[in-house]
């Protein structure tokens, strides 16, 4: 196993998913962007607040696309495969687990949040307009997969997954880039207040990113991974809604359940051995 070509991959994931995470910042320099976010290009009203949700998903959908063209190039001039070893080609399989682990975020998040509740522990929930309801789940979900979600699987399960599984095993691969990628998060702003609690809000990200990474090889689909990481967000940001507090407690209990998820996958389909890809990837993506 040479360590200098597993290094180089695991520090370009890392790069490429900041570098992702921040490009929509360029969007400011575009002319009247900041005016048509904040909703006022056109006045305070329903066409001001459309413009101002189309403007952010535009902002968002930067991290896909700087994430995307990242991992085509790695692919082909780092690992000289093609496109289909991203294995992002919708399949009927890919996208009925892309669904599934959305609903497996909700029951979590359900679960987690109902353990907090009975503990003692609730939150105060965030007031909302009642007629631009639509206005926050446009934001939720384009937070969750836009900039979130779907750029960093591509990196993390996408590309860097079987990247590393050509130069070691499938299971250090797993291992690599679930621990790279949740530790990455001791720099995440999530509600933490002390040292100790960013390490224990790092049960999250491990959890669901072993969870991912085991849906991503079962399903033989990257959509699987996307539907695991952007279900999370999107629970996470609609749990402001809801009387759950954000507490260690909460994150301990999010992390166990998705890394109970990950095993049951690994328990259920059998991840590490070998499997017949779909016919349907064989087409590029």
């Not at 079962?218 to 749990?239: F, Q, R």
Request: glycine share 10%.
């Amino acid at each position: 196993m040479k360590v200098l070509p597993i290094i180089l991959r695991v520090v370009i994931a890392a790069v490429l998913m900041f570098a992702a995470s921040f490009s929509g910042v360029l969007m400011q320099f575009v002319p009247g962007y900041e005016s048509i976010l904040a909703g006022t290009a056109v006045g305070r009203s329903t066409t001001g607040l459309l413009l101002a949700c189309g403007a952010m998903l535009m902002q968002f959908a930067c991290a896909t696309a700087v994430a995307y063209v990242g991992v085509r190039l790695l692919t082909r001039y780092l690992d000289h495969q093609p496109p289909t070893m991203l294995k992002l080609r919708p399949t009927k399989t890919g996208m009925l687990w892309f669904a599934a682990m959305i609903g497996v975020a909700m029951v979590i998040l359900l679960i987690a949040g109902g353990v907090t509740i009975l503990l003692g522990t609730t939150g105060e929930p965030l007031a909302q307009h009642g007629d631009q309801w639509w206005v926050t789940l446009i934001a939720v979900l384009g937070m969750a997969f836009l900039l979130q979600g779907i750029p960093e699987e591509l990196v993390w399960r996408g590309w860097l997954l079987p990247s590393l599984g050509t130069k070691t095993t499938m299971r250090w691969s797993v291992g690599l880039s679930v621990i790279v990628f949740g530790t990455l998060h001791l720099t995440s702003n999530g509600g933490q207040s002390n040292a100790i609690e960013h390490i224990i809000y790092l049960a999250m990200p491990l959890g669901f990113a072993y969870a991912a990474a085991m849906a991503r090889l079962a399903a033989d689909s990257t959509w699987a991974a996307i539907g695991v990481h952007g279900g999370y967000h999107t629970a996470m940001l609609l749990a402001n809604v809801l009387p759950i507090n954000n507490s260690p407690t909460l994150w301990v209990l999010i992390g166990a359940l998705w890394f109970a998820v990950g095993l049951a996958i690994r328990a259920w389909r059998r991840p590490f051995a070998p499997a017949q890809s779909d016919p349907q990837e064989s087409a590029p993506a």
